[in-house]
């Protein structure tokens, strides 16, 4: 290799360093909102990548809270752009209510979003299809938001029925095709049990479908961009990028708890596919655990609280879903789940999240392993009656009753909470690099 060669790949390479990832380390709503909030201040790109309307980050800033389901959460930092990738499924009236609804409270995203012309389209039926599918009629019941993430991302595998931003854009030429699908999907959705009221409502019909398509291209159409090739010329220029996962590492497609999972890939392997970059850019990924484990929907959930402790986790966490309101199941952290995690996401560092929540308990408890059928695993099972099967073997370490809302200093906190964080670094394999003891940005100590 010549000596121009050899340099050209250390600058790359230390550009390319700089680039960082947020991941969700468990079954979603583990606070990745706030951590792409407070990391946003040191980069110039906020990247989605994955999922849609599905996802609830929120993001509490001074008395004001920010409930962000398409939209970056860097969207709040006024220096960032925010870019939702081709691998995110947009449905385009909730994103456009969420504009909207920033720009009531004074938060103009002119210049500042680009919506990837490749990512596809959720569609009124895709949602009613999603209802249909999870009523409990149509096989396993997923306990799905209901958003049409699934069915949409269905469509984008089966292509000539599928629809993208790029034809909002020319939506002229599309009108004749959205008519053929339309007439399609009445019949399959009839089959499915859909009756004449849920039809009848807009879900598939042509005209109320393309009318609602019409109002919303205005107000969409200038922020719709080649997005692949923006990040690009952003690498190229020196712009720091960070990437955004929406749901968690559990509920990945591939090596989430199967079929209890969404539709995309919630980790570091979602990126290079769902923002349209190199696979070599990001060095840095910043995993998000809360400090005991939660889960909202059906599914296997090992360390499981159904008792008074599972309810206080629930009430002081304030432990309802940011997407659906649902209450969270709460159980102890899960070290065996985010050990896998971890592996999987390619995490450096992670950031610990409700710390706080946990204060005045008298113990608190980490599952460090499952048993099955007498024997000991060191993974997930990938049958999810195998997992619910699981035994889990807890470690309960003594508590604090300390209010630590206000500690800014890692020493500053109680002994036993510095002793619970350095037993989960020592389970995972990976440093804490930051606790969060309440909503507030300035709610954070940073360790690393």
Not at 100 to 121: F, M, W, Y
Not at 133 to 138: F, H, L
Not at 171 to 189: F, G, H, I, M, N
Not at 239 to 260: C, K, V
Request: hydrophobic share 40%.
């Amino acid at each position: 290799m010549s000596s121009a060669a050899s340099q050209s790949n250390t600058t790359i390479s230390n550009n390319e360093s700089r680039h960082s990832c947020v991941v969700g380390m468990g079954w979603g709503d583990e606070g990745k909102g706030k951590i792409v909030d407070l990391l946003a201040r040191e980069f110039d790109v906020v990247v989605r990548f994955n999922g849609g309307a599905n996802a609830g980050h929120t993001v509490r800033i001074g008395d004001e809270s920010f409930a962000l389901h398409l939209l970056p959460s860097g969207v709040l930092r006024e220096k960032a752009v925010s870019v939702i990738g081709p691998g995110v499924v947009v449905d385009p009236v909730a994103l456009v209510e969420e504009i909207e609804g920033l720009q009531s409270r004074g938060i103009d995203l002119t210049g500042r979003l680009l919506v990837s012309d490749r990512a596809h389209l959720v569609m009124p039926y895709h949602k009613l299809e999603d209802r249909l599918r999870d009523s409990g009629t149509q096989g396993q019941k997923i306990g799905t938001t209901a958003k049409g993430i699934g069915p949409c991302y269905a469509e984008k595998m089966l292509r000539s029925s599928a629809f993208r931003m790029i034809d909002l854009v020319h939506l002229d030429r599309q009108a004749e095709r959205l008519k053929a699908v339309c007439e399609r999907k009445r019949s399959t959705l009839m089959a499915m049990g859909a009756d004449d009221a849920s039809l009848n409502d807009g879900a598939i019909e042509f005209e109320a479908i393309l009318s609602t398509l019409k109002s919303t291209q205005p107000k969409l159409l200038k922020f719709v961009a080649d997005t692949t090739a923006w990040l690009d010329d952003a690498v190229s220029s020196g712009r720091q990028l960070l990437f955004e996962s929406a749901n968690g590492m559990l509920l990945d497609i591939d090596h989430g708890t199967f079929p209890y999972v969404t539709a995309s890939h919630t980790g570091l392997n979602g990126v290079s596919a769902g923002a349209g970059v190199s696979p070599h850019l990001v060095r840095r990924c910043v995993g998000v655990s809360k400090a005991y484990a939660t889960r909202v929907g059906n599914g296997p959930f090992p360390s499981e609280l159904q008792d008074e402790r599972g309810d206080r986790i629930r009430e002081v966490g304030r432990e309802y879903g940011t997407t659906t309101g649902r209450p969270r199941r709460c159980g102890w952290l899960d070290a065996v789940s985010l050990r896998q995690t971890k592996l999987l996401g390619g995490v450096t560092e992670i950031a610990m999240m409700h710390m706080d929540t946990l204060s005045g308990m008298d113990e608190v408890g980490i599952c460090t392993g499952y048993r099955l059928r007498g024997e000991s695993l060191r993974s997930i099972p990938a049958d999810s009656e195998d997992y619910a099967a699981v035994e889990p073997e807890f470690e309960m370490l003594p508590g604090w009753r300390a209010d630590i809302s206000r500690v800014t200093q890692f020493e500053a906190l109680p002994a036993e909470a510095q002793n619970y964080i350095g037993r989960v670094e020592a389970l995972v394999g990976a440093p804490i690099s930051m606790v969060s003891v309440g909503p507030e940005r300035n709610q954070t100590i940073h360790r690393i």
